[in-house]
């Protein structure tokens, strides 16, 4: 398993280790023995440095955090291998930071990480103009299907993205744009944009100025699969 978080765990000025989470029960096992814990009794911990993939995790867990929660939530995300899984994770711990809820109780991570169904990526869309271009590439945006290539070129992406993430409550990643499914089901089979619903809300919007096209397609809708 990929190692999550490396902590530093005491007990006292004396007693103290380092340690790879997620960690065997025997290692959990042998580190309290070294710490000299009685039973039931937690060690003082910091989390020294967290994988990168999950490095926002730093500011979303208690400074003293549960050892053994801790070794529970590492366990689950070093399961991750698929960008769907690792974007659909942050999306919702990035729905959470939105609300300022710092810290982030670890049990309530552990569910993030158990309830990810329904959760839709749209790869590579890191702005709300890339949202918005992918949007009109892929068909979500009705009115716009069917438009000339000369006016799509007018038509202001970054504003369809703002108004789409802002209507879907939608977040972007490190991997993309996540929004959450109602009912799971595939959005670009159904003709649905990120956020299920199947109708445009208002009108494409055109830019005021015909400046130069930005370019680039974004990558594929992913929808978490577990």
Partial sequence: ???????????????????????????????????????????????????EQYDY???????????????????K????TSTQDMAAFEGMVG???????????LPRLIDFAYSMEGCVLADGAMTDFQLGK?????DFIEEANGLPESMVALLDFAKIGREHREAEGGVFTGFGYVV???????AKN????????????????LRREEGHHHGGGTGGLRQQDL
């Fill in 180 to 186: 959450h499914v109602k009912g799971g089901h595939d």
């Fill in 134 to 138: 992918f949007l009109v590439d892929n």
């Fill in 57 to 75: 995790l730093e500011k979303c867990i208690h400074e003293l955090p549960d050892i053994y929660q801790l070794n529970a939530l590492a366990k």
């Fill in 95 to 105: 729905k959470e930071i939105q609300k300022n809820s710092f810290p982030i109780p």
């Fill in 1 to 51: 398993m990929a190692d999550i978080f490396h902590i530093y765990a005491s007990q006292g000025r004396n007693n103290y280790a380092e340690l790879d989470l997620p960690a065997s029960d025997y290692e959990m096992l042998d580190l309290m023995e070294r710490l000299r814990l009685e039973p039931g009794q937690l060690p003082y911990v910091e989390v020294l440095k967290v994988r």
């Fill in 190 to 205: 159904n003709r649905q944009r990120p956020g299920g619903r199947r109708e445009a809300a208002g009108h494409p919007v």
């Fill in 77 to 80: 995300l070093s399961e991750f």
